[in-house]
């Protein structure tokens, strides 16, 4: 379980394929700071460690999860948000975030606003219903608020803090983006589609 609050950017240094699956060694300010079978957000991906030496771990994504998010575009140098999962005795500064991508969304409008910055982004239509005005969504594992939200599109705002600590500055149009929608929602969709019809 994570937050969406980003806590270091990674770089993606090597890149094995085997088989159906990718591993990917990145290097970050946290990664000596991992263990083995610890659980870490990449991009909003749940991963788990499979080793550490110095600055650098190795996490393995298998076909399932490259198909759902964009991971299987990965090249080498490319930077990835990571957090580590929540703390039970801290606060909750995002919202809850399970680390599994539901989809990818295209970014299709960036705006430089002068001291913030808005993207707006398409997305599958088969889950406009779990997108709300205000709403939360991590978008690459960041928490953020949805605002004009359409069929198949919505916007979110990006703070300076946010733009300089997370991938976020290299997303233009046409970039892909994983995103995962609020966990209640989705319960919420769950329990009205499961209900019987009067």
């Known amino acids: 379980m994570f937050t969406g609050i980003i806590e270091s950017i990674g770089k993606v240094k090597r890149i094995e394929k085997n088989g159906s699956n990718k591993t990917f060694w990145i290097s970050s ?9 610890q659980s870490v957000s990449h991009n909003g991906v749940c991963l788990t460690v499979e080793g550490v030496t110095e600055n650098n771990h190795r996490v393995t994504a298998i076909e399932e999860t490259l198909v759902k998010s964009n ?14 999962c929540m703390l039970m005795n801290g606060r909750l500064d995002g919202h809850i975030v399970q680390g599994h991508v539901d989809a ?19 997305f599958p239509g088969q889950f406009g219903k779990l997108v709300i005005e205000k709403g939360s969504i991590a978008i690459n594992g960041i928490s953020l608020t949805v ?15 946010t733009f300089e600590h997370t991938n976020m500055k290299h997303v233009d149009v046409e970039t892909t983006v994983n995103i995962e929608f609020d966990i209640i929602g989705k319960y919420v969709v769950r329990i009205m589609s499961a209900m019987p019809q009067k």
């Open 71 to 84: 991971l299987n575009a990965w090249q080498v140098g490319d930077e990835v948000n990571l957090e580590r």
């Open 147 to 161: 605002f004009d939200v359409g069929i198949n599109e919505f916007s979110v705002a990006i703070i300076p803090y």
């Open 104 to 122: 990818t969304a295209v970014c299709i409008d960036n705006q430089d606003l002068n001291g913030s910055w808005q993207f707006r982004f398409l």
């Open 29 to 37: 300010s946290i990664s000596n700071e991992l263990k083995v079978d």
